[in-house]
């Protein structure tokens, strides 16, 4: 009874089991169903219903290993519109699948890398794009997998950008850069999908544009996003790094900036983007990011999806649309399942109840309600989708709403952060500019104050002056006055004794008289008795004697009152004078004082002029040392490239170099030059030994065009007789080695002055001489007759056009007779394009005789036309090669043309033809260039007429492939009566074909070579490249020859007797 009552839960185990194998099995179904449809060879855009599918069943089974189980299969590698389409639906699984897509992808990385390198190496238009779409995935799987914070869809805000970008300005810097790598891949293959639009006939409104557009709208969503993560690091790095080092990142942003404005604007006004997507305006100029206010005005572009309801109309062969969520166990499979489940338990156990139960009942009913639960749930999910798509769009205007509100209050705050500072700086500079203020009146009042104390020294000077005059003016009286009462002192002295003198004169005189009186008397009394007269008259005499001494005495006391007054006045002068002497020296010790401090100030100034001569010494001598070191440096230098030059000599790879003698001869030339600027330098140094610029500059141009003699004339000796070889050998070495002995002894002082390049000379000299032996000769024509035969060339050129142009017409009179409707529409416009195309060939022929003019007028000197076309024979070969090449080629397009116009030829001469004339005109531009100026006009409108002949041949070819496209019926395809076992061999035999058709392709490009080489041999080439000229390779050489080892020639064109094919292995010394 138990085991019977355990029975239903062991059924119960085995339905479900079948069911989830049911319901696998449907998944799995549906998924290859929705993949097979989405990604397929028709060219036609994904559907989003398909792609929506895969998208959900990435979200069911958490994850893509159904996916790529089911891709893999496909032949990506053979279907260019296949790989295409699975790289969109790759596209939008990582953009809006389950979030281990990206795991699951990074797995098959390798293919992904695979599928693009192959359809990269294949000149298909579709395969350029897979390269390239290739390139971007793998780009956008390794950044999200190293930033695992930021999704696929790039939808995330800038808090986690921030977080991402971390505090480590390196990891900022790192991560700045990877994000414009992102975006070059995004723009690139936006770019080169538009460009293809453009040069193809398919426009936005035909399934062949939609099938490449498509992808854009993805490519349009990341690049929003790219951009603004662009902008907020780049802000991020100019708050921490200086302005200068983010030069290149500025830059490469501004670049980015026009290409995203561009394709934004372009894509914008296609109508197929008009519907599915709305697409963000960029401003006008790019965020200024040495501003940082500029952050802002910065507004995060919003992609807004149109808000577009697929109908979901099912086709015959699709199966039930997946359900967005999981439901229980209860499914379409298992329902399906259970009535044969029943049948089973009644066969084994018989029915219940006699063939009825109620549980039946209740399980019909159970399954009405599922329907209806299942019905209304599919009405909810539909409206919920729907509202879930028109929330979507609200968000997204909302966001960019706040975003733009964010903005706003962000440039707000920085308006009111940059008011709010500039009020402060005001607040300062109010506040300086008060101190100023202050600090001016009392400066103003310190100058005033300084300048009337000047001022009062200046009159206290003035005056101390005037009295120092004055004073001078009194002492000079004083000195007068006392020189005077000296004089009159002494006259005083001497009138005193001349009185002294007197009256001891009259006392001895009145002693003398009373004596003689006394004689008198005594005579008198010896004579009284005899001479009483006489006694009377003596007596009277006496008395009147005696008032003279009276009068005299009173004329004593007079003087002496004189002599006292005159006391007085002396010593008040001798007083005054002493207050004059004691004036004069505090005026002498002031004057003293100044001398001093005079004195003082010279000596300090004499210091200093010493020290500044010592200082100004000591840089001279500096600067002769820092010259001399300079010199040194140089000279080192140049040893070392000359030593390098002599080392290529023994190197075997450079054994396979070659050089022509004319380029030695040039470069010889130039060293001779180069060895008298030396000596000029050495003589200027020798003079001034602070100025080294000259032997400087002549020591680095010396060391160059030696090293470059050296090395050309080893080349030359490779292809020289054995004799010329070794002689030209050894003179290098010998050149090399007094080069060096002369770099010695200008490295040194002592030998400095007694160097001497004379030896350097005789050895270029001898290297010259060798190069003019080695000169080849005139091969067919002689030099003498190069000139008229330039001439001559040229004018059968021009006649060869004018002839072609005759044909043309007369082809295009007869055309419009003879045929009509889409015939002479395609043959009228072959022949317009082959009319302009001799015109610009005829446009050429004129500017290149100009500019040959001009050449020959100019380098040809005081020789005539002949001798300057014989001096550059090779030239003149070039020009005359060039000339025959333009004129064959101009002929042989009129005759391919008149095959074509009567159906007799083949479209593909006529391109060949077209061709060979741009490599011809080519050639005559490249021969005419070689001897022109730089600034030349004529050389200019040259260029331009050369560039205006590859026009016209680009035209004719497009023209010719339009026509042949238009003439020639496509056989369609129908493969539909055939059975796989046919189909199969049908595939088999194609891939025969193919194989067939690639064995002689390459056959024929090996003929092709053979005869090239055969071409130049006869053109009398050398199968070794010879540099001619100013050391360039022409560039009309053979492009083959980067290669060091043979391969297999490629289509290229044919080099004329002018050219010369480059080495094998490039010459690194030219």
């Not at 018989?350 to 039946?360: L, M, Q, T, V, W």
């Not at 260029?943 to 002949?949: E, F, L, N, P, Y």
Request: aromatic share 4%; glycine share 4%.
């Amino acid at each position: 009874m138990n085991s019977i009552r355990q029975v239903p839960t062991r059924v119960k185990s085995r339905r479900t089991e079948a069911n989830l194998g049911a319901e696998r099995e449907h998944f799995d179904k549906q998924q290859l169903s929705s993949i097979s449809k989405a990604i397929n060879s028709a060219e036609t855009p994904v559907k989003e219903k398909h792609a929506r599918r895969i998208i959900l069943g990435t979200h069911r089974e958490k994850g893509a290993y159904t996916f790529w189980s089911y891709a893999l299969g496909f032949p990506l590698a053979g279907n260019s519109i296949l790989s295409w389409k699975f790289c969109h639906v790759l596209h939008k699984v990582l953009r809006d699948g389950h979030r281990n897509v990206l795991q699951d992808c990074m797995r098959h990385h390798s293919s992904l890398v695979e599928v693009g390198q192959v359809w990269g190496n294949l000149h298909d238009k579709y395969g350029q794009l897979v390269y390239i779409y290739s390139k971007l995935l793998c780009t956008k799987l390794e950044f999200h997998v190293k930033h695992a914070d930021i999704p696929p869809n790039l939808e995330v805000t800038d808090e986690v950008l921030e977080r991402t970008a971390g505090t480590d300005i390196n990891n900022v810097f790192q991560l700045t850069v990877e994000v414009f790598d992102y975006m070059d891949t995004e723009l690139r293959l936006a770019e080169t999908v538009i460009r293809q639009l453009n040069t193809s006939i398919a426009i936005s409104t035909l399934t062949s544009g939609q099938c490449r557009l498509s992808p854009l709208i993805q490519v349009i969503q990341d690049s929003s996003h790219l951009y603004h993560f662009t902008v907020k690091l780049l802000f991020k790095l100019h708050a921490c790094l200086p302005a200068d080092t983010l030069q290149g990142h500025r830059e490469r942003f501004h670049d980015q900036f026009h290409s995203l404005k561009t394709f934004f604007n372009k894509a914008r006004d296609m109508m197929y983007f008009k519907r599915l997507i709305q697409i963000p305006k960029l401003p006008d100029s790019p965020p200024n990011f040495l501003h940082a206010a500029s952050l802002a005005k910065h507004v995060k572009p919003v992609v807004v999806m149109a808000n577009e309801e697929e109908p979901e109309q099912q086709d015959d062969d699709d199966d039930d649309p997946e359900p967005l969520i999981e439901v229980s166990e209860v499914s379409t499979p298992i329902l399906q399942a259970q009535p044969q489940q029943l049948d089973i338990f009644d066969q084994t156990f018989g029915p219940a109840n006699g063939g009825f139960d109620e549980r039946d009942l209740q399980i019909e009913s159970l399954k009405r309600d599922l329907e209806l639960l299942r019905a209304e749930l599919e009405r909810v999910r539909a409206e919920a989708q729907r509202y879930i798509t028109q929330l979507k769009s609200q968000i997204n205007s909302l966001e960019a709403e706040l975003e733009e509100q964010r903005a706003q209050k962000q440039h707000a705050l920085v308006e009111n952060e940059q008011l709010r500072m500039e009020l402060e700086a005001t607040r300062r500079r109010n506040a300086e500019h008060e101190g100023l203020q202050t600090t001016f009146i009392e400066a103003d009042k310190k100058a005033q104050a300084t300048e009337q104390r000047y001022n009062k020294l200046k009159e206290k000077h003035t005056e101390l002056v005037a009295s120092h005059a004055e004073l001078l003016r009194k002492s000079a009286d004083t000195v007068r006055m006392l020189s005077a009462t000296q004089q009159t002192q002494e006259e005083v002295e001497r009138t005193k004794h001349q009185l002294s003198f007197e009256i001891d004169r009259i006392k001895q005189d009145s002693d003398m008289k009373l004596e003689e009186q006394k004689f008198e008397v005594e005579k008198l009394r010896r004579d009284l008795e005899e001479k009483m007269a006489e006694a009377m008259r003596i007596k009277a005499t006496l008395q009147s004697s005696e008032m003279t001494s009276e009068h005299m005495n009173s004329s004593m006391t007079a003087l002496q009152a004189e002599k006292e007054r005159l006391m007085r006045s002396v010593s008040e002068k001798e007083a005054e004078l002493s207050s004059l002497r004691q004036a004069a020296q505090v005026q002498q010790s002031s004057l003293q004082q100044e001398r001093e401090r005079s004195s003082r100030e010279l000596g300090d100034l004499q210091g200093k002029l010493q020290e500044k001569s010592s200082q100004e010494e000591q840089l001279k001598q500096k600067l002769l040392e820092e010259q001399f070191a300079l010199l040194q440096g140089t000279i080192t230098e140049a040893e070392n490239i000359i030593q390098d030059a002599v080392d290529k000599l023994d190197d075997p790879l450079h054994i396979r170099c070659t050089s022509s003698p004319d380029y030695l001869i040039s470069r010889a030339e130039a060293t001779l030059g180069s060895i008298d600027k030396v000596k000029k330098g050495h003589a200027g140094y020798l003079s001034n030994m602070g100025d080294a610029g000259a032997l400087l500059r002549a020591l680095t141009q010396f060391s160059h065009l030696t090293a470059d003699t050296i090395v050309n004339g080893s080349a030359t000796a490779h292809m020289a007789p054995t004799d010329h070889a070794d002689r030209l050998t050894e003179n290098c070495r010998g050149c090399a080695t007094e080069s060096l002995q002369y770099l010695k002894e200008l490295k040194s002082k002592t030998t400095l002055p007694r160097a001497d390049p004379a030896a350097i000379r005789i050895i270029i000299q001898k290297i010259l001489n060798l190069g003019q032996e080695l000169r080849p000769k005139g091969m067919d024509v002689r030099q003498d007759e190069l000139g008229d035969l330039v001439d001559k060339e040229m004018a059968a050129t021009s006649a060869a056009i004018e002839e072609a142009v005759r044909r043309i017409d007369e082809m295009m009179n007869q055309a419009r007779k003879d045929t009509s409707g889409v015939k002479l529409e395609v043959n009228e416009r072959i022949l317009f394009s082959c009319t302009d195309l001799m015109k610009a060939i005829r446009m050429l022929i004129i500017a290149s005789t100009d500019l040959q003019k001009e050449i020959v007028e100019g380098g040809r000197g005081a020789a005539s036309i002949k001798e300057f076309y014989a001096r550059n024979s090779r030239w003149t070969e070039g020009l005359i090669s060039a000339a025959k090449a333009v004129g064959w080629g101009a002929t042989e397009m009129v005759e391919s043309a008149d095959k074509v116009v009567l159906h007799t030829g083949k479209y593909e001469e006529l391109i060949v033809c077209s061709h060979e004339i741009a490599a011809s005109t080519a050639q005559l531009v490249a021969a005419s260039k070689v001897k022109a100026e730089r600034g030349s006009k004529r050389l200019t409108v040259l260029q331009q007429a050369s560039r205006q002949v590859n026009e016209m041949a680009a035209n004719v070819v497009a023209s010719t492939r339009t026509g042949q496209e238009n003439l020639e019926e496509k056989e369609t395809m129908d493969f539909s009566g055939l059975s796989l076992i046919k189909l199969r061999k049908e595939e088999m035999e194609s891939q025969v074909k193919v194989l067939e058709l690639e064995s002689q392709l390459g056959n024929e490009r090996l003929r092709l070579g053979e005869l090239r080489k055969k071409h130049y041999d006869l053109a009398g080439v050398p199968s070794e490249p010879v540099s001619e000229g100013n050391g360039e390779t022409s560039s009309l050489a053979h492009p083959m020859s980067m290669s060091p080892k043979p391969s297999k020639p490629t289509l290229m064109k044919k080099p004329m007797l002018a050219q010369k094919p480059n080495t094998l292995p490039k010459n690194p010394f030219k």
